[in-house]
């Protein structure tokens, strides 16, 4: 019997977050017949991670790959995840849990991110002159801006005149002020892209600054893009195929 997928999501007040996580794990089920998806929530929305891990306990389930879904390894991925599932495992004699990568980098977030441009207005003949900010969440972990910085080199590699990082918080620039600095080396078209999965209040910030600064076009966040749901899978499948004690909690 394959592990189940526990998807592990931050959690919002917004709850167009929470029904976008749940979009998401529903489109991931639609590809995937017969493998049991959950969904758990860091804050804010339940279940929580324990209880989620409680009630697949109770119900039969000793495999488990934790997914944390998100775009990089920054705090929630290093510290409060691994903290949620070691008190599931040590008060749940039997369950191993594995701890399956982050989402970033991938090039599928990247034809996702192509999508939703796409979405927004944008063809392939508008890439040699329109200028990109890819606007993430932001964070205080060096490691994970430099992968936001990496993933802006990597997608401006595909053809855009020019892809910059931009931060919701946390770091700098700010979606705004990317925005403007594009518009002063004299690109004639500026589109923001949200590197974030889910609405709430930082994509509202990142939208917000968009259109303060007169940015052409604003993509949508990435939501339930199918290259996301094949991503999500693509990490599950990794992480129950590897070596047994890999990355895994065990009680």
């Avoid at 039997?94 to 977030?109: E, F, K, N």
């Avoid at 999508?115 to 205080?140: K, Q």
Wanted: glycine fraction near 6%; aromatic fraction near 4%.
């Amino acid at each position: 019997m394959s592990p189940a997928l526990l998807v592990i999501a931050h959690g919002s007040r917004d709850p167009r977050h929470a029904a976008t996580v749940h979009a998401l794990t529903g489109r991931v089920r639609a590809l995937r017949p017969g493998l049991r998806v959950e969904t758990a929530f860091l804050d804010f929305n339940t279940p929580s991670v324990g209880q989620a891990l409680s009630a697949l306990y109770l119900s039969g389930v000793r495999e488990v790959v934790a997914l944390p879904l998100l775009l990089t390894r920054a705090f929630h991925a290093k510290s409060d995840i691994p903290a949620a599932l070691a008190e599931s495992t040590s008060r749940l004699p039997g369950l191993s849990v594995r701890v399956a990568d982050v989402l970033g980098p991938s090039r599928l977030l990247l034809t996702a991110l192509e999508r939703r441009l796409s979405e927004a207005g944008l063809t392939p003949a508008d890439r040699a002159t329109t200028a990109v900010v890819l606007a993430s969440a932001g964070s205080t972990d060096p490691e994970a801006i430099a992968v936001i910085a990496e993933t802006a080199r990597e997608w401006r590699r595909t053809g855009w005149c020019a892809v910059r990082p931009a931060f919701a918080s946390a770091a700098l620039p700010r979606t705004e002020d990317a925005v403007r600095a594009l518009r002063a080396e004299g690109f004639e078209r500026v589109a923001v892209a949200p590197y974030v999965i889910a609405p709430g209040r930082l994509p509202d910030r990142i939208t917000a600054g968009a259109d303060a600064a007169g940015a052409d076009v604003v993509a949508d966040v990435l939501g339930a893009a199918p290259e996301l749901a094949r991503l999500l899978l693509r990490r599950y499948d990794a992480s129950a195929a590897a070596p047994a004690g890999l990355r895994a909690l065990t009680a």
